[in-house]
């Protein structure tokens, strides 16, 4: 086991047990549906803005775990040694990736019905703090780990993320997340061209 394998094994078992959360929620709310397939009762009861939000994060799992990969490149001096707090900056974005999934999804594990709209607005304060949270570290990832200048594009976005998302975290408004929430995930979707192609050449890039 190299250096980065060792580092990256938490962080990468929590992008994992975040993908399979999701994956397993989708799952289950699938075998539901067929199961009430004939009945009047809706068990689980949709709400698009939650829907869109675990697109959202589905998707800051992936970059997250696609974006590290040149962390394992030992041609560049940074990569041949980390410290402590290099290595907990690192290890933060998971942390809170996993826990606002932890926030969104509710509890599937019985029968009784399941209104999303209102699980959603009973948490969203303490599920856009995490993501927020996520934010602030993807600007000092920018800064300390890819060594971003203040104001480069990179790390001006990051900004902009975050102040976008800080108002989500004080009010339980339906017209503020129906603006912003979107914006948050149309904002992963557009970070992915950017990172199409992963490759230990830079020539390749």
Sequence with gaps: MDLFEHLSLIPFILVALGLIKIISAVAHYIETKNKYRESEQTPIK??????????????????????????????????????????????????????????????????????????????????????SFVAATSVMFSLFLY??????????????????????????????????APIFVFAMLLSIPENWQISMDPALI
């Excluded at 993320?161 to 603006?179: A, D, G």
């Design 46 to 131: 949709l709400y698009w803005i939650h829907t869109l939000l675990i697109a959202g994060i589905f998707t800051a799992l992936l970059l997250y775990w696609w974006n590290s990969f040149q962390f394992n490149d030992y041609s560049q001096e940074k990569n041949q040694t980390w410290n402590l707090a290099e290595y907990g900056l690192y290890i933060l974005p998971g942390i809170f990736l996993y826990l606002s999934l932890e926030l969104l999804l509710p509890d599937m594990t019985n029968d009784e019905p399941i209104d999303l709209k209102e699980h959603y607005y009973s948490n969203s304060i303490e599920m856009w703090a995490t993501l």
């Design 147 to 180: 060594e971003n200048e203040l104001f480069s594009r990179a790390t001006l976005s990051r900004i902009g993320l975050l102040f976008m998302l800080t108002p989500m975290c004080f009010t339980r408004n339906e017209k503020v997340h129906r603006i912003l």
